[in-house]
């Protein structure tokens, strides 16, 4: 089995992956050395495709009772080749982890604890910061593929995820505000979603210079409406607000004051420059390509038709609002008569509870004449098969002291024949 898992993984090393079929039986030799406790099935997780190595060991996680799934993950979190992270191979499956971990409904805690454990890896394996390959991961096999109700989820509640705070804050900070020169498109929802759920986190990552000018060059680029949205969020514009641009960057000089004294790296044509690199997507609504700065410019007035789009769908976001007040007025009132119907149905069980005793009563004696019903039964086939057998018994006796010849012997096997005849006749099961 492991000599076939090892001839799986030189196919998948040679050939770039695995096909379907091959890929499935890696996951079922993966999760037999699962269950009988094989550290190679680890070391396996680290090396085949995650798709057929974690994944498969997340739905077998939930299998396991709560002990011994826990102690599943930590082997996990331990294992040397994990922490090595050679290659950002062991960040990989701790992301495609945490993110099947929430799928299966295995716990937030155990989620968190895995995504901490991840990003402290990266953090402290990295020796150029979060690079274009960690970003890549955790956009991709994270943030894109994660059910959105994990960045509902309040950190601060869980005491014991303070220790890796800093390090998702700077993971996941740095995803979704990238270097200019880092060709990933993150789209707008994203980079709210995360914002939001930093906000929750009771240790705060503090952004360095470069971090803060990667989240203005960013916002620069919103849309005024999504702008205004973000600053009036009081958690968000708490604590990120002072980073966040306040106009669009085009349409002004592409640093304030306050960004010029945090970084003196970011002088205008550094800024200008990023910002040419940087656009490759406008958020909401609209996109276009990266292009020069001239084409940009001159479809300006596409922007502002498409900004009076944002408006109008508002007012129709609005006018949902408004039907949806409307809805929930009517629905407060079925609350109200199943309220009225709920009172009703406890009184009957009230009531019901009252003849409990008389009901419990009428059981009794209703199994006590099953009792009596039974023994009576037994006894009257008992007695019918005697009858059935009482003419075979009478020849028995008549024939009991004769010598048996073979014409004797002849008729006795009929006899006893016609016995197990009648016994089957009878109901008996020979």
């Known amino acids: 089995m492991i000599e076939e898992l090892k001839s799986l993984y030189e196919k998948q090393r040679k050939k770039g992956g695995l096909n379907k079929a091959d890929g499935e039986r890696a996951s079922e030799i993966i999760t037999e050395l699962l269950k009988k406790d094989n550290e190679l099935a680890y070391e396996y997780m680290m090396k085949i495709s995650p798709e057929y190595g974690v994944e498969p060991f997340s739905i077998y996680l939930n299998t396991l009772d709560k002990e011994t799934r ?10 040397q080749e994990f922490k090595e992270n050679n290659s950002n191979m062991g960040f990989k499956r701790g992301l495609v982890l945490a993110r099947e971990i929430f799928k299966q409904k295995l716990g937030s805690s155990r989620v968190l604890r895995v995504l901490g454990e991840t990003c402290k890896v990266a953090i402290e394996t990295s020796k150029s910061g979060v690079n274009s390959q960690i970003i890549g991961y955790t956009y991709q096999d994270f943030i894109k593929m994660v059910d959105r109700k994990f960045f509902n989820i309040d950190i601060s509640k869980y005491s014991d995820m303070e220790e890796y705070e800093i390090y998702m804050g700077k993971v996941f900070v740095n995803t979704v505000f990238p270097d200019a020169d880092i060709k990933i498109a993150i789209p707008f929802k994203y980079q709210l979603l995360v914002l939001k759920w930093l906000t929750s986190f009771k240790t705060v990552y503090e952004l360095d210079s470069n971090e803060k000018g990667k989240v203005y060059i960013h916002s620069g680029k919103w849309s005024e409406e999504l702008r205004k949205m973000v600053l009036e969020d009081e958690d968000i514009n708490r604590r990120y607000g002072q980073y966040i641009a306040v106009e669009k960057i085009e349409d002004k000089s592409p640093i304030e004051e306050k960004s010029k004294s945090e ?29 020069q700065v001239e084409k940009t410019i001159s ?16 007012e129709m976001l609005q006018e949902r609002v408004d039907k949806l007040s409307k809805a929930n007025e009517i629905e407060t009132e079925k609350r109200y008569r199943l309220n009225m119907e709920n009172n009703k149905l406890k009184e009957e069980i009230e009531n019901l509870k009252a003849n409990e005793k008389i009901n419990q009563k009428q059981v009794e004696e209703v199994f006590a004449n099953n009792e009596i019903m039974k023994k009576s039964a037994v006894d009257g086939f008992k007695s019918k098969l005697g009858s059935s057998l009482r003419s075979y018994y009478y020849e028995f006796q008549d024939i009991e002291d004769e010598k048996v010849d073979e014409e004797m012997g002849e008729i006795m096997k009929l006899k006893v024949k016609e016995i197990f005849e009648e016994l089957i006749r009878q109901g008996v099961r020979i």
Request: charged content about 45%.
């Open 70 to 79: 826990d102690k599943k993950i930590q082997t996990f979190l331990d294992n």
């Open 263 to 291: 970084d003196k790296n970011f002088n205008d044509r550094d800024i200008f420059k990023e910002i040419l690199n940087n656009v490759s997507e406008l958020e909401k609504r609209f996109t276009i390509k990266d292009k």
């Open 299 to 314: 479809n300006l007035s596409f922007y502002k038709t498409e900004n009076e789009k944002l408006k109008k769908e508002k």
